[in-house]
């Protein structure tokens, strides 16, 4: 597997603050990695920093072993980057966007009308190609996107938040098109706020105010945290909201963090739970079960980690 | 350089111009009113100037010259005075804007050689056309005296010195052959500038230009082929303006239709770069407007030539002039459509070098921007 896309100690700063600070990435071919992080992390920036849009301060970046800067027109025939704002012609129809791509990439004629065929076909927009690009509803929008930047049948997908604002069956389509991509052979850097898009990935890549805080896969990341994780749950609704009972619960000194995630809070123990603990969830009906640690487990842990330090 | 990559921008370019009725209309339209409004509205020469007349006299000297001021229809008689109260209350009622009186012993005077006076009051709110009818009246009433001396002297050979003014190029003084060549130079610039500067703000604005970027396409090629469709309409236009100005506002062409066409589209190359050069600078489609209409209407209304004569305006004025195109535009125009002058290489050099300047170093600021990754949003 060759090395496709390669990032070595990347730094930039606009004005006085960093928006990514000494960030190294690989993404070999065949593999999807992805790049979480909360917004603000320091993703877009790191993602125009990888296509070429925006120079690094520091570091630099390759594209199939040629260094970026150099060779920016070459690599552009092989990159294929998705923005996380809609940026194709609103008042273009979906095949009028799709050729316009086809053209600026010098896609010939019949090599167009296969991948036009090809992409019709799986991102099932066939029907709407006369439709506006503005009046698509939002995942069939990201689908044109993405099969705008497919035109030029790119090595390197650099994609940004490419399921944001989604519906959770459009997400699943658009997913489908990634692992099929990768199959064939592509590499793709995907950001993401979805966790669960996270886990499907091949590679993960944390980022925290600038700085890359996670870096492995999923297997590996997970097993460097030995903590035990209890899932506890309020159903009889005991306290008025779960940021009380997190309140409560960071009064037991074996409890070393506490994350809320969706209705439930997740606490991370030194050990086992003790009797007082054990007391306590019985006292307010709540119920509890260990659970294995994940991705976004392990990214808090790390981000609290690299606050205190 | 390469030719798909252009036609590709050119054609999309043209596809969103077809969507969007407002902009063609716009571009197209726009032009053609004002050139018609503007045309028939700058009317400066006088016509229907109404008068009224206080004769006190009434005798047939006062008859005749009353006569020869109302001969050429600029002056039509409104208001028959019997009394000077009349006077003041016509103007304010707006009944007429000059009062002719002639007093009493106006004949007599005459009869008896002694220098004759007769009073005309102009309504002086609007100076400008107050100092037309007061040249015009005394034109008017010198003549009447002339003629009078004669025939006393019974001599009407007698050797006078006699000022045979005639004017060339309008003969007739329209306002609309001065205005309208220069009205053409202020619509071409207007139009072109407005469209050019907002195509590429646009993209900016939308967050579209940061995905063409990461085509291969290069920044030339992108201008050029943004550039090739308002080139197109601009010509439309031009040949709209300069047709109607033609045979609706009677301009004449005198000079070579080649010579004008080749003009004309040195000075679209500079309004095209205007247009460029905005767009460049500015980040979204609003401000863009804005830029390109303070950057042409103004100027070119004030510091062209195109009302105010430039040799009248103040030094620091004139300096200024030299920058605006339309002023180096409108003197070509008014050579070829009026003199018959077809040889303008100084101003149309100076034009040609604007263009290349804009456009190079529109396409420049274009390049730095895109290295140093400012055009992301």
Redesign the interface.
């Known amino acids: 597997m060759s090395v496709v896309l390669q990032l070595w100690n990347i730094t930039k700063s606009f004005g006085k603050t960093f928006a990514v600070k000494d960030v190294t990435i690989q993404v070999h071919e065949g593999t999807i990695c992805g790049l979480i992080g909360a917004d603000g992390a320091g993703k877009s920036t790191l993602l ?1 920093i990888a ?5 690094p301060d520091t570091g630099s970046v390759q594209i199939l072993n040629e260094e970026l800067s150099k060779n920016l ?1 070459r690599a ?2 092989v ?1 294929g ?3 996380q ?8 129809s979906v095949e ?1 966007n799709i050729r ?2 086809a ?4 896609v010939h004629k019949k090599e167009r009308e296969q991948l036009e065929r090809k992409l019709y076909h799986f991102s099932k927009l066939e029907p709407f190609k006369h439709r506006r690009a503005g009046d698509l509803s939002g995942g069939m929008k990201q689908k044109l ?1 993405l099969s ?1 930047t497919l035109m ?1 049948d790119p090595k390197l997908l650099l994609l940004d938040e490419p399921t944001y604002g989604v519906d959770p069956i459009s997400r699943q389509e658009l997913w489908e098109i990634l692992l099929e991509l990768k199959r064939k052979g592509a590499a793709i850097l995907v950001s993401t706020a979805y966790m669960d898009e996270a886990e499907k990935c091949d590679w993960i890549y944390g980022m925290h105010q600038g700085k890359m805080v996670l870096n492995g896969t999923k297997e590996k990341i997970v097993s460097q945290f030995q903590q035990k994780i209890f899932q506890v749950e309020d159903p009889t609704q005991q306290f008025s909201s779960l940021f009380e009972l997190k309140k409560k619960l960071s009064g037991f000194f074996e409890i070393k963090q506490i994350f809320q995630f969706g209705n439930s809070l997740h606490i991370m123990l030194s050990n086992s739970l003790s009797e007082n603990i054990i007391h306590f969830f019985h006292q307010n009906n709540l119920t509890y079960k260990e659970i294995n640690i994940g991705i976004s487990d392990a990214f808090f842990l790390q981000t609290k980690k690299q606050e205190i330090e | 350089m390469d030719f798909r990559s252009i036609f590709a921008i050119s054609h999309k370019e043209i596809l969103h111009i077809l969507r969007d009725k407002r902009t063609l209309f716009v571009a197209v339209a726009m032009p053609v009113m004002m050139l018609l409004l503007y045309g028939y509205a700058i009317d400066m020469d006088l016509k229907n100037i109404t008068v009224g007349i206080y004769d006190q006299d009434q005798s047939n000297h006062s008859r005749k010259l009353l006569e020869r001021v109302l001969a050429n229809q600029t002056f039509i008689q409104t208001a028959h005075l019997t009394h000077y109260n009349q006077i003041e209350q016509g103007f304010r009622t707006q009944t007429f804007r000059v009062a002719i009186i002639i007093p009493h012993q106006f004949a007599n005077s005459l009869a008896q050689k002694k220098q004759t006076p007769i009073q005309v009051i102009i309504d002086g709110s609007d100076a400008n056309s107050a100092n037309i009818i007061m040249n015009s009246i005394s034109a008017s009433i010198q003549s009447f005296s002339l003629e009078f001396f004669q025939t006393q002297l019974n001599t009407p050979n007698i050797p006078l010195i006699n000022i045979q003014s005639r004017i060339w190029f309008n003969e007739e003084l329209k306002s609309p052959i001065f205005i309208v060549p220069g009205l053409i130079a202020l619509f071409l610039v207007m139009v072109c500038a407005l469209l050019t500067s907002v195509a590429l703000a646009k993209e900016k604005e939308l967050g579209t230009l940061e995905q063409l970027l990461t085509t291969p396409i290069k920044a030339q090629e992108m201008m050029i082929g943004k550039l090739l469709p308002y080139t197109l309409i601009a010509s439309i236009d031009a040949t709209l303006v300069l047709l109607i100005g033609r045979y609706l506002f009677q301009v004449p062409l005198k000079g070579s239709v080649f010579a004008l066409v080749v003009y004309s589209a040195i000075y679209l190359l500079v309004a095209l770069g205007m247009g460029l050069m905005i767009s460049v600078l500015v980040k979204t489609q609003q401000l863009a407007l804005m830029s390109a209409l303070v950057a042409t209407l103004l100027p070119t209304l004030l510091l062209s030539g195109l009302i105010f004569p430039i040799s009248s305006m103040p030094k620091a004025l004139q300096v200024i002039s030299y920058i605006i195109p339309a002023r180096w535009y409108i003197e070509i125009v008014r050579g070829v459509m009026l003199k018959g002058i077809n040889w303008f290489p100084k101003n149309a050099f100076i034009l040609f070098s604007m263009a290349i300047l804009l456009i190079t170093m529109s396409t420049r600021k274009f390049h730095q921007q895109l290295k140093k990754g400012e055009l992301t949003t």
């Open positions: 125009r296509c070429g849009l925006i120079p027109k552009r025939q990159i980057y998705m923005p704002r809609f940026s194709l012609y609103q008042d273009l009028e316009f791509f053209k600026l990439f010098r996107a705008c030029n």
